[in-house]
């Protein structure tokens, strides 16, 4: 799916759909490894719910945007952080979005709390995918500029020319209201989650876990390659 097949609306969770022959070619392409993990979550999803439909398997699946927040194991959320920090480049390049596209992310904490509510409520949202995401749709700059508030760091040296470090979801923000009705979750403020991120990662310690976390996970992909 493209934010340009929306026509401006959010992405629902019907909207998610195999991609015809010479597009797939095309966002291999674009980006491998983002189409192979996404096509395999997707492939992943109609299997549980053939399964589901034929012998009532329960499963319920939580699609999430870029998480942010404590054990985040992409670390894209603290180069960012770093760069603000010590006055570098922060990279804000979309590659194929302008500086007005809008992007969904979550918080760690609010996927966590997702997932207890979906096994508290059981049955009710079986045989179904669920979007999670914050309420509001920043641009990434709007997110660079928040991450920045937060730190008390002013001016931000921003490199529009440098790709971003994250947003690895780049269709467009996604709803969130399936989720929100059928689990009773609520997530997080933008600017309440970004205060949260930027604390935990002025720890040091939280660093190393995250550093450590992040090298496992590159060290996984590329025994899958």
């Known amino acids: 799916i493209n934010a340009e097949y929306m026509g401006g609306r959010k992405v629902l969770e019907e909207d998610a759909i195999r991609p015809a022959a010479s597009e797939r070619r095309q966002l291999r392409r674009h980006n491998r490894h983002q189409y192979s993990y996404g096509s395999r979550k997707l492939k992943c999803e109609a299997a549980l719910l053939a399964a589901h439909r034929a012998t009532g398997f329960p499963f319920t699946a939580l699609r999430l945007p870029d998480v942010i927040g404590p054990y985040d194991n992409l670390g894209s959320h603290l180069k960012v952080q770093r760069a603000i920090q010590s006055q570098r480049p922060v990279g804000v390049k979309l590659t194929d979005c302008s500086q007005s596209h809008t992007i969904s992310l979550v918080y760690a904490a609010d996927v966590a709390s997702a997932i207890t509510s979906a096994v508290s409520v059981g049955a009710a949202v079986y045989g179904t995918s669920l979007n999670l995401s914050c ?60 205060a949260g991120v930027v604390e935990w990662y002025s720890h040091p310690a939280n660093i190393g876990y995250t550093e450590r976390l992040c090298e496992s996970s590159e060290s996984s992909d590329s025994s899958e390659d």
Do not use: C
Not at 164 to 182: F, S
């Open 135 to 194: 309420d509001e749709t920043p641009t990434y700059l709007d997110y660079v500029h928040a991450v920045a508030k937060a730190m008390g760091v002013s001016p931000v040296n921003l490199d529009p020319a440098r790709e971003a470090d994250m947003v690895t979801v780049d269709i467009g923000p996604v709803d969130n209201q399936r989720a929100k009705t059928l689990l009773g979750w609520q997530p997080t403020p933008l600017t309440e989650m970004v």
